[in-house]
């Protein structure tokens, strides 16, 4: 866990690590929403197909995040 401190405008740096691993650059898009008592920033991709090629190698599927997600979704 990485700690970050807020700006007076309430900005945040994500470690570069994070954004490596990420590939998040200049321009890219970012949902933020609370979930709970939390508050979850989640990549969205300009070409969804072809940026997410090979994301889930490993661990779960894709159908089974998928309807995760839906599910979590519809609770909101």
Same mark, same amino acid.
Request: proline share 3%; net charge positive; aromatic share 6%.
């Given at each position: ?31 933020? !929403?609370? *979930? ?7 990549? @969205?991709? $300009?070409?969804?197909?072809? &940026? #997410?090629?090979? !994301?889930? *190698? ?7 995040? @998928?309807? $995760?997600?839906?599910?979590? &979704? #519809?609770?909101?």
């Amino acid at each position: 866990m990485t700690i970050v401190t807020a700006t007076e405008k309430g900005q945040v740096v994500i470690p570069a690590d994070i954004r490596k691993k990420h590939r998040i650059v200049k321009g890219t898009k970012l949902a933020i !929403f609370e *979930k709970d008592d939390e508050i979850v920033i989640r990549l @969205l991709f $300009k070409e969804p197909v072809k &940026e #997410a090629r090979g !994301f889930f *190698k490993e661990g779960k599927s894709a159908l089974q995040t @998928l309807v $995760k997600d839906r599910r979590e &979704e #519809a609770k909101r």
